[in-house]
């Protein structure tokens, strides 16, 4: 791999990873660290890669891994509350940072469905392929997740 090609990889996909890895650890710090550590692998990755879809989806899968392996390593799991992290990464749009923390406030199965489907742009089939799932897993998984989130929303606009 030229050093042009990862350097064009880091551009192109860092954003994905962070956001993959924040889904995960709710904490920016650890996900940069395990950002650097998914480019890592990458750099020393030997095979080649088909598109730039297959290199998006083998970080994605790095990212969870190295993201659950950085939970089970530092039992510290220091958090910054939801609000922080989508006020961070949503400070022009406030709606879009409401979202995104009830999209966070979800069990991890239905966030990380709901960040690859919606935030990401992936279908079902690739996102069942990326997570090691079913695609009928998933999709009940993407259904479960719009019904508690319609339902949280409706909670708020009554209230």
Sequence with gaps: MSIVSFENAVKTFSDTVYRVSLNILKNPEDSKDVMQNVFLRYFKHQQEFKSEEHIKAWLIRVAVNESKRYLKINSRNESVPLEEVANSLFAENKEEGVVFSEVMSLDEK??????????????????????????????????????????????????
Excluded: C, M
């Design 110 to 159: 239905y966030r990380t469905v709901i960040l690859l489907y919606y935030y990401e742009g992936y279908d079902v089939k690739e996102i069942a392929r990326i997570l090691r799932r079913n695609a009928a897993t998933v999709r009940t998984q993407l259904s479960r997740a719009r019904e508690l989130l319609k339902s949280k929303f409706k909670e708020d606009f009554y209230e």
